[in-house]
């Protein structure tokens, strides 16, 4: 009772902190920009240009002559990096380093909860703060166009109007800080083999309607102060210098005011560094110089070449001056910032954050007979099963990976929540990667086991008869192909013969929960034998207790799908079309019908569907109403609909609107995402959710006229609480 006690105490302390998001005074920074010019003036050529790249693996110079402070980056999207040595990737083994690993971002997304977003960004850019970085490499939204896709676990689903949602709030809680956020990676960067070189082909209104939205959200409603450009090459220009994405599109039609950084590594040409949007290099290894060389950052493309242009009157110092500008507003925004709050680091505050996340955003795919919450009573003997219920998880899977200052495990958090109320024996089940080595860091243990398939299927067989609850825990493990950067996996299956195993585990116990822990989709072919599962995601320091407050019913899971679970790797669009990974062009061929929309318009059903996540009590919905028959175009039309819990526990439900355009002039998906709320309710309470269209959510974007354009005509609002469970329809007539 205590411990729940001081749950309850701290949740609110982290509530209230999340409130009083730290506001710089209004107008702290009006004479900022005259600052910028003043200290513009006083640069040297070489001064402006050092601003210009790295000066060691995650750092860039300030002005040392004028006290002008260097720029210090660090990843990732889930936590703040171990420190590095000065010009190597391997961590530095500080001992002063160890953060909170915090759930990955497909979780954030899996809550459909902004205020999380909020409270995630908030701690994380505390995290930052305190480690003196002011400028975050993340948050990633990059669009799920395959469940294959290694580094989908970084991102927010396939939705763009989901992530355009859930990554504005994340943006403004980490800049509360005084710390850059660095939204990535601008733009197509939605597989990683031949990432870095990869030329992208789709079509405008696919980028505009697709691909575009949650970095344009960033941009204009994050106000993100950092873009961080793609490895692969769009319209045949590298990413990180792209005349069309970066001064077009990103500096012209958004008003970007921030800096362009590139990937580590992602320069490749200084002319087209110099004029195509880009400010910041950092990663390089120069043609002329091997990797690792010493000092490598003097033959950085934006550093002694660069210079050798301008002095020579090939490039206008105007062109340097430019860079200057938007990198001195990044460290008057930052660290020449008087307001900035202090930060702080490896906090209860902030694993209990991560915690609330976690809980939120984990789903319950599926729950038949009400085998979950798993009730415990004195004797019960429960069964844990899998390499997934041991194995660290914030370690690995690339730039994300993280040095946490603990990591409950699965397990370990089964038996922290039943305690001496229940038997808790473990069985491995399968044997997958045993030790994680990433960047100099070890995952804590070394999972060794040489035992045969067969011997750890048949231990884990026997166990589960005498068991009175099995709880499987497998999935991916960010190890290479499996959610990984750099690489994409190899099928949709699960690895290690866990879908043996999990054949051979239910037909030993049918009191059987999966939980899926993954980044991505994988196929399920025991799905309809194995009566409870969970898709758990790579949810941080706290993971197993989230996971077991999930499974014990202390939590009432409410997290929905960010993406669509496909039955098979066919039934989404880039596969059924042979068009992924592509060769040196890879051509988006199924356009805007990714996810959802694919399988809407193909009439394919999906697994478990975008937008879908059960719950341990019930929900009704009344019928929708709109307040207009007819919407005149710049007016707005509001949709009522009463939703009531008729279970007998208190839930959350998420009620998603999904808009038709009946008729229109261009092709356009059968639906999508327009408006969600996510509603708490007591047994018994019934609440009116109301939700607003404007015109903007009836537009496609028409690359002819390179406008948005609403079209007069018949729409239909699809009101339910996934993509496929619509419960009702309500047409109106848009002027
Ligand atoms: C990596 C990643 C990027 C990361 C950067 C620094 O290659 O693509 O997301 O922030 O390099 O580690």
Redesign the pocket.
């Known amino acids: 009772m205590r411990k729940m006690l001081m749950l309850v105490i701290s949740f609110l302390a982290v509530n209230a902190m999340a409130q009083s998001l730290h506001r710089f005074p209004d107008g702290w920074d009006k004479d900022m920009e005259s600052k910028i010019e003043r200290v513009l003036e006083q640069l040297t050529l070489q001064e402006k240009v050092a601003l210009c790249h790295a000066q060691s693996k995650f750092s860039s110079a300030g002005v040392p002559r004028l006290g002008i402070p260097e720029n210090w980056m660090t990843?990732?999207p889930h936590g703040i990096r171990p420190e590095v040595l000065w010009d190597e990737w391997d961590q530095a083994s500080w001992t002063n380093d160890s953060c909170i690993a915090f759930p990955a971002l497909t979780c954030l997304a899996a809550t459909w909860n902004e205020h999380m977003s909020q409270i995630y960004g908030k701690a994380i850019g505390e995290e930052a703060r305190y480690r003196n970085k002011n400028v975050l490499?993340g948050p990633?939204v990059n669009i799920y166009r395959t469940p294959l896709n290694g580094r989908n676990f970084e991102y927010m689903g396939e939705d763009p109007f989901l992530a355009s949602r859930m990554v504005v709030p994340y943006i403004k809680g980490v800049q509360s800080n005084g710390v850059a956020a660095c939204v990535?990676?601008f733009a197509l960067n939605n597989q990683e083999i031949n990432r870095h070189g990869v030329n992208v082909i789709v079509d405008d209104r696919t980028l505009y309607e697709i691909y575009l939205p949650a970095f344009k959200a960033s941009v204009q409603e994050g106000g993100a102060w950092a873009i961080?450009g793609a490895?692969n090459k769009y319209r045949n220009q590298y990413c990180c210098h792209n005349d069309y994405l970066l001064n077009d599109i990103l500096r012209k039609e958004w008003g970007f005011d921030g800096v362009v950084v590139s990937?580590?590594g992602g320069v490749m040409d200084t002319r087209e560094a110099a004029l195509y949007g880009l400010d910041m290099e950092f990663?390089t290894w120069t043609d002329g110089l091997t990797e690792g060389l010493s000092n490598a950052y003097d033959s950085y493309y934006l550093a002694q070449p660069f210079l050798k242009m301008l002095q020579s009157g090939e490039l206008s110092e105007d062109v340097v001056n430019e860079k200057a500008r938007n990198i001195l507003r990044l460290i008057y925004r930052t660290n020449l910032n008087p307001h900035r709050p202090l930060g702080s680091f490896g906090t209860e505050e902030h694993a209990l954050v991560g915690r609330q996340i976690a809980e939120e955003g984990i789903v319950l795919l599926k729950n038949d007979k009400k085998t979950l919450p798993f009730n415990i009573s004195i004797g019960t003997h429960i069964l844990v099963v899998g390499e997934n219920a041991i194995k660290p998880m914030t370690v690995g899977g690339g730039?994300s990976s993280l040095k946490a200052k603990y990591e409950v495990s699965p397990l370990d958090g089964i038996k922290a929540r039943v305690g001496d109320n229940a038997k808790v024996t473990f069985a491995r089940g399968y044997v997958g990667d045993v030790l994680t080595v990433q960047d100099g860091l070890r995952s804590s243990t070394d999972l060794s086991d040489n035992r045969s398939k067969e011997e750890l299927i048949s231990e884990a067989v026997s166990a589960a008869k005498d068991a009175d609850v099995v709880i499987f825990v497998g999935g991916l493990n960010k190890s290479s192909g499996q959610d990984s950067?750099s690489n994409d996996r190899a099928s949709l299956g699960l690895p290690y013969g866990q879908d043996d195993l999990i054949e051979a585990l239910v037909k030993a116990n049918s009191n059987l929960l999966v939980v899926n822990i993954s980044g991505n989709a994988v196929s399920m072919p025991w799905v309809k034998s194995v009566p409870a599962i969970l898709q758990g995601w790579f949810l941080g320091t706290e993971a197993g207790n989230a996971l077991a407050s999930v499974i014990f019913g202390d939590t009432n899971p409410s997290g929905k799908l960010p993406f669509s679970f496909y039955a098979q790797l066919d039934d989404n669009g880039a596969h059924a079309l042979n068009a992924y990974p592509g060769g040196d062009d890879v051509e988006y061929k199924e356009g805007l019908f990714v996810g959802y929309r694919w399988l809407d318009k193909h009439n394919i059903k999906p697994l478990f569907s975008f937008g879908h996540g059960l719950s341990y009590t019930s929900f009704s919905f009344g019928k929708a109403i709109a307040d207009k028959k007819t919407m005149q175009i710049d007016d707005t039309i509001e949709f009522k609909v009463s939703v009531k819990n008729t279970g007998s526990v208190a839930g959350a439900e998420v009620i998603q609107l999904y808009v038709e355009d009946v008729k229109s002039s261009l092709p356009r998906p059968i639906k999508e995402l327009k408006s969600f709320r996510k509603v708490w309710l007591e047994p018994g309470e019934e609440q009116v959710v109301s939700m607003t269209l404007s015109k903007e959510d009836l537009s496609f974007f028409d690359d002819i006229k390179h406008e948005w354009v609403a079209e007069p005509g018949d729409f239909i609002a699809h009101i339910g609480n996934s993509s496929t469970n619509i419960k009702s329809k309500v047409r109106f007539v848009l002027e």
């Open positions: 990843d990732g490499l990633g990535k990676h961080m490895y990937d580590w990663g730039s950067e």
